[in-house]
């Protein structure tokens, strides 16, 4: 067996995994991997050669699928989603700072990204570390927002009257119905390392409940201005056989789009999660 090896990616976000061949994981370097993740919150890994089954059967080791009802489907199953912008289209998926599924209740716990087809320059991927983001902040502020809950939700995105009917992937929203609207504290418990994690993010969350959306946006920004900081962000370079894991609960991600033209075509298989606790 290789040794695995686990090291930060960079000073305050992600982690890098080598040493493992991720579709033929032992149950002891799977432990070695679910650690990682946990710890780190993002983990990359490269030179991998995963199948669409041994996607799969990974997703299936963190837990049970989630269908993401946007995204389409390759067409061998439809529990891995395409993330595709082709060279015609201008918008991409994900384009800004977001946690996914946030407007659920009961919000996805990961996902597992793979890349199939990439730019010849661009496209990486920005993660943020909300763990750290909230360890950051200042005691006084720390108190007062965990009491607080806040609205996330996606009908502004998806909605009739929403952004992406205005763009060229309008019809991925064809025929669905994929608005959703939740309540989640502000200030949550990891259900598995008990961290304080800081659970807003600028692509869901509306406002604070009980406050209108005039009074939250200044703090919202303030909270995103800091969680966003060079120091607390990383950037994610795809190569050929590259693969991100994320825990959607304690970091936030940013697909960039800059490679106009060019195609980029990414598996996803999102992972479920579990009801969020608010931290004591
Ligand atoms: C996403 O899952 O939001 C897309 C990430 C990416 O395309 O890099």
Redesign the pocket.
């Known amino acids: 067996m290789q040794q695995v090896k686990v090291e930060p990616y960079s000073g305050g976000c992600g982690g890098l995994v080598s040493g493992v061949d991720l579709g033929n994981l032992t149950d002891e370097e799977f432990t070695v991997v679910r650690d990682a993740f946990l710890q780190y919150g993002v983990i990359f890994f490269r030179h991998q050669q995963l199948s669409q089954e041994q996607h799969l059967a990974l997703a299936r080791r963190f837990g049970s699928i989630v269908i993401n009802k946007f995204f389409p489907e390759t067409s061998e199953y439809h529990e891995i989603?395409e993330?595709r912008?082709e060279p015609a289209q201008k918008t991409?998926?994900?384009?800004g700072w977001?946690t996914?599924h946030s407007y659920d209740e009961i919000p996805a716990m990961g996902?597992i990204?793979v890349a199939r087809e990439l730019p010849s320059s661009g496209?990486?991927?920005l993660f943020c570390n909300m763990s750290a983001a909230f360890d950051g902040l200042s005691d006084g502020l720390k108190t007062t927002l965990k009491g607080l809950s806040a609205i996330h939700s996606n009908e502004h995105l998806y909605g009739e009257q929403g952004l992406y009917k205005k763009t060229d992937i309008a019809d991925l929203l064809h025929g669905k119905d994929l608005v959703g609207k939740a309540v989640h504290p502000v200030v949550i418990e990891h259900p598995e390392t008990g961290r304080e994690i800081l659970y807003v993010n600028p692509g869901h969350t509306r406002r604070f409940d009980g406050w209108s959306a005039a009074e939250s946006k200044p703090l919202l920004d303030y909270l995103y201005s800091v969680a966003s900081s060079a120091e607390n962000t990383c950037r994610?370079r795809?190569e050929p056989g590259s693969v991100?894991i994320w825990d959607n609960r304690s970091t936030w991600?940013?697909?960039?789009n800059d490679y106009h033209g060019e195609r980029?075509l990414?598996h996803?298989i999102?992972i479920d999660g579990a009801p969020l606790k608010a931290a004591a």
Do not use: E
């Open positions: 989603a993330v912008k991409n998926i994900g384009g977001h996914d996902s990204l496209g990486d991927t994610f795809w991100a991600h940013l697909a960039v980029r990414l996803r999102t």
